[in-house]
């Protein structure tokens, strides 16, 4: 089995803005609005200054996806991307997806002139992600986010 990574295309919307949904559902058990969900996928297709969207495939099918916004950091002077709308379907859980995806990223990030890093958060309760995340190399970044 062989995981082939891309750039999402327009073409993708759909499957995103599912897996958008369906993420939200399963780790915070939010609802979310579909064609919200839907508007803003597309709103990033339309500018790219909002994120981009990386897309898995296993025998052409996808099967996982993550998105990447930015954060410009005085401190580094330099851009950090944060992983975010992470989703891999069910059956193509624990077959290196999310690694395959990460890897790509991580590689495109060093390549990139400005990147100073890469983040993202994750839910405290979910557990299997933040080892899933660890086994990729990341560390905790020692920060706790908040919202208003």
């Not at 499957?15 to 996928?41: C, Q, S, W, Y």
């Not at 990033?44 to 930015?70: C, K, N, S, W």
């Not at 086994?135 to 208003?148: F, I, K, N, P, S």
């Amino acid at each position: 089995m062989t995981v082939h990574i891309r750039a999402a295309e327009v073409r993708d919307l759909d499957f995103i803005a599912h897996g958008n949904a369906a993420m939200a559902l399963e780790t915070e058990h939010k609802r979310l609005d579909p064609p919200t969900v839907a508007r803003g996928v597309r709103a990033a297709f339309e500018d790219p200054a909002r994120g981009r969207y990386f897309v898995a495939e296993i025998d052409g099918a996808v099967v996982g996806q993550l998105m990447v916004t930015y954060e410009w950091s005085d401190w580094r002077n330099g851009m950090f991307w944060w992983i975010q709308s992470v989703y891999v379907v069910p059956e193509a859980r624990r077959r290196g997806v999310f690694r395959a995806l990460y890897a790509y990223v991580e590689t495109l990030a060093r390549s990139t002139p400005g990147i100073c890093g890469l983040r993202l958060y994750v839910e405290a309760a979910n557990r299997r992600a933040q080892q899933t995340y660890l086994g990729c190399g990341m560390v905790d970044a020692g920060y706790v986010v908040m919202e208003t």
